[in-house]
C-alpha cells in the first residue's frame, strides 16, 4: 500500500470530484453488465451533500488526488431492518453500514483501504449491493463478508446483503494509510 494515500472527511469542495468518481464507478458497472444500479443520476450530488452534513462522506486520497469515495454511516439503516430470504449475523449488536463506494479505473485496493479504516473503527459492518454488480460482490466476500439474504431499497429495488462481525480483536495490522 502507498504510504501517500489517506482517508479524510470529504468537504463541500470535494462534491466535484466525487460526482466524477461516481460517474466513473457507474461506466465500471455498465461496462461490466450492471445496467441497473445507481440509475438515473443517482447518486446525485444532493445524496452527497446528506453524508457531508451527516459527517459521513468520505475520500481516500494519494498524492493528494482523490481517488475513492464512500459512506460510513451508523445504524440503524431503515431499509435493513427487514431482510429476506436469510438471517444478518447478529441483529442485535451496533452496526455501521458503508454506502456509495466509487472509485476510478486504474485505482486498486481501493476496497480493502475503505474496509480497513472501517474495521478499525467498528467490527460490525453491513454492506449491500446490486445483484449485478458482480464486482463488488468478488470485493466485500474477498474481504471475508458473510451473504445474509435480500433486503429492499425504499424504492422496492431488491439488494444483497452482507455482514462482517468481528467477534475478536484481530492482532493489531500494519497500515500505511494515515486515518483522521
Not at 502507498?2 to 468537504?11: E, F, K, N, T, W
Not at 479504516?117 to 474481504?143: G, L, S, V
Request: a negative charge; glycine letters at 8%; proline letters at 6%.
Amino acid at each position: 500500500m502507498s504510504p501517500l494515500r489517506q482517508i479524510r472527511p470529504a468537504v463541500t469542495a470535494d462534491i466535484p470530484a466525487i460526482l466524477d468518481l461516481l460517474e466513473a464507478a457507474r461506466g465500471i458497472m455498465r461496462a461490466d453488465g450492471n445496467l441497473h444500479q445507481w440509475a438515473d443520476g443517482y447518486p446525485r450530488a444532493e445524496d452527497i451533500a446528506a453524508d457531508l452534513e451527516r459527517g459521513c462522506g468520505f475520500v481516500l486520497e494519494e498524492k493528494g488526488a482523490a481517488i475513492g469515495y464512500f459512506a460510513f454511516l451508523p445504524a440503524p439503516e431503515p431499509t435493513y431492518a427487514q431482510i429476506y430470504k436469510g438471517a444478518w449475523l447478529d441483529d442485535a449488536l451496533p452496526y455501521h453500514v458503508i454506502h456509495r463506494i466509487a472509485s476510478g479505473p486504474g485505482s486498486h485496493g481501493v476496497f480493502r483501504d475503505i474496509m480497513d479504516w472501517a474495521f478499525a473503527r467498528d467490527r460490525n459492518i453491513r454492506i449491500d449491493t446490486h445483484r449485478d454488480n458482480h464486482i463488488m460482490q468478488h470485493n466485500i466476500r474477498k474481504y471475508g463478508f458473510s451473504y445474509c439474504g435480500i433486503i429492499y431499497l425504499a424504492s422496492g429495488d431488491e439488494r444483497l446483503a452482507y455482514q462482517r462481525l468481528i467477534s475478536h480483536p484481530d492482532p493489531v495490522k500494519q497500515t500505511n494509510i494515515n486515518f483522521y
